[in-house]
């Protein structure tokens, strides 16, 4: 009697058991992590085998660099400004007092810029001997002041002549 009952019973766990089983296979594998990004129920995979949060966090990873690379950019860019209007106003607060303006003119692919005087007196002091500074070559080096700045003062903002052109060639 013991025996039938527990023959019966194995049957009806057995039974319970595969119907479980088929239960658990029955409904196509699907995906929580596709079905909740998508907004659409994605079957072929589960989320044990899906490649999107991987995929995912490389996108994440890939946008965050790029971040700092343009956070890096532009610290470097704003220390480059930084010295460069250093340098700009060293050279402005430096530059000598221009006493008498000479002419500015090329000569085949030089600038020369002569007659022009400077002095390093400060305003409303006059030199005992006005000095006369001649200069050929490298105009940016007149003295703190630009060959752009001379040519303006000699021939006006509006000039567009050979100085204009060539000044654009000299760093
Ligand atoms: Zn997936
Ligand atoms: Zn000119």
Redesign the pocket.
């Known amino acids: 009697m013991t025996t039938i009952l527990w023959i019966v019973l194995g049957a009806v766990l057995l039974g319970a058991l595969q119907a479980g089983l088929r239960q658990l296979r029955m409904p196509e594998a699907s995906c929580s992590w596709c079905t909740r990004v998508s907004g659409h129920t994605v079957t072929g995979h589960t989320v044990d085998t899906c490649q999107g949060p991987r995929i995912a966090e490389q996108q994440r990873a890939d946008i965050d660099a790029a971040h700092q690379r343009d956070l890096k950019r532009c610290a470097e860019q704003l220390t480059e400004r930084a010295s460069r209007r250093e340098a700009e106003k060293t050279r402005t607060d430096t530059r000598l007092r221009i006493e008498h303006i000479g002419t500015?003119t090329t000569r085949g692919h030089e600038i020369h810029i002569t007659g022009w005087q400077f002095s390093a007196l400060p305003y409303g002091v006059k030199a005992a001997s006005s000095q006369t500074f001649g200069h050929r070559g490298r105009p940016e080096q007149t003295y703190g002041w630009s060959v752009q700045e001379l040519?303006a003062m000699?021939?006006?903002g509006a000039?567009?002549?050979?100085?204009?052109r060539l000044a654009r060639t000299l760093h």
Not at 159 to 164: G, H, I, L, M, Y
């Open positions: 500015v040519h000699a021939h006006g000039c567009r002549c050979d100085v204009v």
